[in-house]
């Protein structure tokens, strides 16, 4: 049986163990140096983020909404009839304008009225 001898090991492979274990030790501490000095930058990074800004930056303009167009004016106009048929009216009131009136095949009657600066829509809600 063989036996090994620490001491003999030592003096044969100290200096190979030594220069590896003093490899290992320097390696260890850089990487954990490193590893703290990464969570310390993340750290100081998410403190900086927190922080109110020292410079307070001006909203940046938006410029309102344009005021809703208003419709044209309507055309204002006299309504002078006397005893004229209803159908006849009505179709009367549109002659002319750009504006479509459907007249409903009962309607009869005579009409009689007298208005001044009157809309379309004035003229219709007053003879309903």
């Known amino acids: 049986m063989t036996s090994i001898s620490i001491e003999g090991s030592l003096r044969r492979y100290g200096p190979r163990v030594c220069l590896m274990l003093a490899a290992a030790v320097v390696t260890a501490g850089c990487a954990s140096e490193r590893g703290v000095a990464t969570t ?3 750290d ?16 940046f303009a938006v410029r309102p ?5 208003q419709p044209a004016a309507e055309e204002r106009f006299d309504v002078n009839v006397m005893d004229a048929d209803a159908r006849d009216f009505f179709i009367g009131l549109v002659t002319g304008t750009r504006r ?25 809600d007053t003879v309903r």
């Open 44 to 59: 100081a990074a998410m403190r900086e983020a927190v922080q109110p800004s020292a410079q307070v930056a001006e909203p």
């Open 40 to 42: 310390d930058s993340i």
């Open 65 to 69: 909404p344009p005021p809703p167009q």
């Open 100 to 124: 479509n009136l459907v007249v409903h095949p009962d309607v009869d009657g005579r009409v009689t009225l007298t208005l001044k600066q009157v809309t379309l829509l004035e003229v219709l």
